[in-house]
T-cell receptor, first 112, second 112 residues
């Protein structure tokens, strides 16, 4: 079954440390996305990619980098984690027209 | 913001009742897509309705789109306790490769 898998499911990081969130999709979608979800803000787009080797800035990219080394994998990197980056992060993959758009189960990140 | 204030809603109903949720958006979109997010899970795609469509049905779900008033609705008939979730609408302003922008959602609680 086609799916989007995120790892880890939960992460505790220290302020100033580096954090990498991973996402793998078996949907064969060109597009992949990273969101964060916070109470009162809904889902906000951090970075997205339209194919292997490409990344684009979303609406709130500051403090985050992204990497798309292959069709299947899309990573979100926090080089210097801060407590304000404590959140739930979702990865999604989708086709070009939005007809098929699948989210992962999320990664809960706590930065202390 | 892409969204009108009426997107911030919380509804509480009894099982078996029908319910309608609304969202309004401020700028042009090619599609409106409705998602459901259950507690602790990622959002799941429900219905996608394109700008040239006025209505789309899927089982107990019915979505409408009025581009003249820039509003969309999602109706659920014969609700079940398992419909308890947060419901989001999303629009796409990209005009090309799908890049959804999400509203803040409506929290629906269906009491058994």
């Amino acid at each position: 079954e086609a799916a989007v898998t995120q790892s880890p499911r939960n992460k505790v990081a220290v302020t100033g440390g580096k954090v990498t969130l991973s996402c793998n999709q078996t949907n064969n979608h060109n597009n992949m996305y990273w969101y964060r979800q916070d109470t009162g803000h809904g889902l906000r787009l951090i970075h997205y990619s339209y194919g292997a080797g490409s990344t684009e800035k979303g609406d709130i990219p500051d403090g985050y980098k992204a990497s798309r080394p292959s069709q299947e994998n899309f990573s979100l990197i926090l080089e210097l984690a801060t407590p304000s980056q404590t959140s739930v992060y979702f990865c999604a993959s989708g086709d070009n027209r939005g007809s098929d758009y699948t989210f992962g189960s999320g990664t809960r990140l706590l930065v202390i | 913001s892409q969204w009108g204030e009426e997107n911030l809603q919380a509804l509480s109903i009894q099982e078996g009742e029908d319910v309608t949720m609304n969202c309004s958006y401020k700028t042009y979109t090619t599609v409106v897509q409705w998602y459901r997010q259950k507690s602790g899970k990622g959002p799941a795609q429900l219905i996608l309705i394109r700008s040239n469509e006025r209505e789309k049905r899927s089982g107990r779900l019915r979505a409408t789109l009025d581009t003249s008033s820039q509003s969309s609705s999602l109706s659920i008939t014969g609700t079940l306790a398992t419909d308890t979730a947060v419901y989001f609408c999303a629009t796409d302003m990209s005009g090309g490769n799908y890049k959804p922008t999400f509203g803040k959602g409506t929290s629906l609680v269906v009491h058994p």
